[in-house]
């Protein structure tokens, strides 16, 4: 009895083999037309970006998409194109977006200001053009901010903060000689000097984006 009975377990399970192979051979050949990572530069630096992972980059870096590499190296992703969803909120911010394959392209994020009010944070999501290659990486392009501006005036050295109006003197003497950001690097910062009336405008910038102003208002 007992026999018998081991027996038509072995034969069911026998019998389920085939199908337990089937469907490990499904997923692994599904996983394997997936996106493993993209190549990129951002500033000429090379940075990796693994499928779902996110980079974050500041309006007026440069950006690169160099090249995909699938789980399956054999296989090709048939270029690298933004998301629809990407597609739609850069619209909705009058931004004029990037159609087509992004692999090799280099890309000014200073386009991606908003020509309608402020610039929000702006994710890029990018996948393959392929639809059968899943996966996607996300760039996420933050505003620069101006945290503070270590001015001198007459010698004497003071701490002033974006939108803080300073009283000068016609004839007093100002330098400027640190700005503190949240970017990695101030080596892109640069500011100007704008007059109007009796109003001293000092603005911050990073290439084509304006971020920060300090006012020096002068006394008659």
Same mark, same amino acid.
Request: proline share 4%; charged share 25%.
């Given at each position: ?6 027996? $038509?377990?072995? $034969? ?6 085939? $199908? ?6 499904? %997923? ?12 990129? =530069?951002?500033? #000429?630096?090379?940075? /990796?970006?693994? %499928? ?18 699938? $789980?399956?190296?054999? &296989? +090709?992703?048939? !270029? ?7 597609? +739609?909120?850069?619209?909705?911010? +009058? ?20 020509? #309608? ?25 933050? @505003?620069?901010?101006? =945290? ?5 005036? @007459?010698?004497? +050295?003071?701490?002033?903060?974006? !939108? ?10 100002? &330098? ?5 950001? =949240?970017?990695?690097? @101030?080596? *892109? ?11 001293? /405008?000092? *603005? ?17």
């Amino acid at each position: 009895m007992w026999d018998k009975f081991r027996a $038509l377990i072995f $034969l069911w399970l026998v019998g389920l083999a085939p $199908l337990a192979r089937a469907v490990v051979h499904k %997923s692994v050949s599904l996983f394997s037309t997936g996106l493993d990572y993209v190549i990129l =530069n951002v500033n #000429q630096e090379t940075r /990796y970006a693994r %499928s779902g992972e996110t980079i974050a980059i500041y309006l007026g870096d440069q950006l690169s998409i160099r090249s995909a590499v699938l $789980l399956d190296p054999s &296989k +090709k992703t048939n !270029g690298l194109i933004l998301d629809r969803k990407t597609l +739609k909120q850069l619209s909705l911010h +009058k931004i004029q977006p990037v159609r087509g394959d992004l692999t090799g392209l280099v890309l000014d994020s200073s386009d991606f200001q908003s020509k #309608q009010g402020p610039t929000p944070e702006i994710d890029l999501v990018i996948r393959a053009r392929s639809a059968s290659v899943g996966g996607f990486i996300t760039i996420r392009i933050l @505003n620069p901010i101006l =945290n503070y501006v270590e001015l001198a005036i @007459n010698k004497q +050295k003071r701490i002033v903060r974006e !939108g803080e109006i300073v009283r000068v003197l016609p004839d007093d003497l100002f &330098k400027v000689f640190h700005v503190a950001t =949240n970017l990695p690097k @101030n080596e *892109q910062v640069f500011y100007q000097v704008v007059q109007d009336k009796n109003r001293i /405008y000092l *603005q911050f910038a990073r290439k084509k984006v304006l971020f920060g102003t300090v006012t020096l208002e002068m006394e008659p």
